[in-house]
Nanobody, 125 residues
Framework: QVQLVESGGGLVQAGGSLRLSCAAS????????IGWFRRAPGKAREFLGA????????YYADSVKGRFTISRDNAKNTVYLQMNSLEPEDTAVYYC??????????????????WGQGTQVTVSS
C-alpha cells in the first residue's frame, strides 16, 4: 500500500488561500486515485474531490467546486489541493487518501485504502 503524508495546513484569514500537499511513497503512484477529505469539529468526514492516476480526470463535491482545485505531479509523487476564497466554515482537518486502480471513481471514504495523518486548516474571520 502507498503511504501518504499531508502538509501545508495552517492559519489563514477569510478570503485567503492555502495549498495542501499529499506526498506518497511507492513506485506505482500513477495507478492510484487520490482523494481529499476533511473533518470539521462535530461534523462527519466530507469528501472534497479526487484525481485520477494520470491526472487527466478530476471531480469535486459541489460544496467546493470552483474554489478548490486538485492537481498532481507524478514525477514528485505528490498531489495538491489548492484552496481559494477560504471561509471560516472551511476550518477542519484535511486528509488525503489513496485508492488503487478503482473500477469507478471513488467518492466515499470506504472506497479508499490508505490515509494520511491529516493537516489542520484554520480560517479566521
Amino acid at each position: 500500500q502507498v503511504q501518504l503524508v499531508e502538509s501545508g495546513g495552517g492559519l489563514v484569514q477569510a478570503g485567503g488561500s492555502l495549498r495542501l500537499s499529499c506526498a506518497a511513497s511507492g513506485r506505482t503512484f500513477t495507478i492510484y486515485h487520490i482523494g481529499w477529505f476533511r473533518r470539521a469539529p462535530g461534523k462527519a468526514r466530507e469528501f472534497l474531490g479526487a484525481i485520477s492516476g494520470s491526472g487527466g480526470s478530476t471531480y469535486y463535491a459541489d460544496s467546493v467546486k470552483g474554489r478548490f482545485t486538485i492537481s498532481r505531479d507524478n514525477a514528485k509523487n505528490t498531489v495538491y489541493l489548492q484552496m481559494n476564497s477560504l471561509e471560516p466554515e472551511d476550518t477542519a482537518v484535511y486528509y488525503c487518501a489513496a485508492r488503487r486502480a478503482p473500477a469507478i471513481p471513488p467518492t466515499s471514504a470506504s472506497q479508499f485504502d490508505s490515509w494520511g495523518q491529516g493537516t489542520q486548516v484554520t480560517v479566521s474571520s
